[in-house]
């Protein structure tokens, strides 16, 4: 009934997005630190509204429109940086892969279309690049290997090479 409150999982209200980064630099760097920004002023971290919390389709709204909360920075945790091989041009299992987690604005049927921009810092350099990412609640939605190949872009490059999808 609409009175009783479900039980609310992480994956009932969030999508999530996994990315691998492919060195094609031609030399070895090290990674300091990625972060991801919404270009179309989406939230991406922070508090969020849940909307129809007492029924089997949730989904968030934007709760903040502070610019700290359109961004998500993944650094290490104990300070070390990440070094990207040139082996990392082909054999991707030396490619850092992550996780990101975005929030589902659409209930379980829709998708959300989050259009983001990466920044890799490396080096007193900086790489960005332009991807959207289609997410939908209760899985993994997309796999993208994102290539590095110039530290020092002049814009943010908008090709991203898909690798796979599933739930």
Same mark, same amino acid.
Do not use: W
């Given at each position: 009934?609409?009175?009783?409150?479900?039980n609310?999982?992480?994956?009932?209200?969030?999508?999530?997005?996994?990315?691998? +980064?492919?060195?094609?630099?031609?030399?070895?760097?090290? +990674?300091?630190?990625?972060?991801?920004?919404?270009?179309?002023?989406?939230? +991406?971290?922070?508090?969020?509204?849940?909307?129809?919390?007492?029924?089997?389709?949730?989904?968030?709204?934007?709760?903040?429109n502070?610019?700290?909360?359109?961004?998500?920075?993944?650094?290490?945790? *104990?300070?070390?940086?990440l070094?990207?091989?040139?082996?990392?041009?082909?054999?991707?299992?030396?490619?850092?892969?992550?996780?990101?987690?975005?929030?589902?604005?659409?209930?379980?049927?829709?998708?959300?279309?989050?259009?983001?921009?990466?920044?890799?810092?490396?080096e007193?350099?900086?790489?960005?690049?332009?991807?959207?990412?289609?997410?939908?609640? *209760?899985?993994?939605t997309?796999?993208?290997?994102?290539?590095?190949?110039?530290?020092?872009?002049?814009?943010?490059?908008?090709?991203?090479? +898909?690798?796979?999808?599933?739930?």
């Open positions: 009934d609409s009175t009783t409150a479900f609310l999982d992480f994956h009932s209200v969030a999508s999530i997005a996994r990315l691998q +980064l492919v060195n094609e630099t031609g030399s070895a760097f090290t +990674l300091d630190s990625i972060v991801f920004s919404s270009t179309d002023s989406r939230q +991406l971290s922070g508090i969020f509204t849940v909307n129809n919390y007492k029924t089997e389709d949730p989904s968030l709204t934007s709760a903040s502070a610019a700290a909360d359109k961004k998500i920075k993944l650094s290490s945790k *104990n300070g070390t940086s070094q990207l091989s040139v082996a990392a041009t082909t054999d991707t299992t030396s490619s850092p892969s992550f996780y990101l987690v975005l929030p589902a604005y659409k209930g379980r049927h829709d998708s959300t279309t989050f259009r983001l921009t990466m920044t890799v810092y490396a007193g350099k900086n790489f960005a690049r332009n991807f959207t990412v289609t997410t939908r609640r *209760n899985g993994i997309y796999m993208k290997a994102i290539a590095v190949t110039d530290l020092t872009p002049a814009t943010p490059t908008t090709a991203v090479r +898909l690798v796979g999808n599933g739930t």
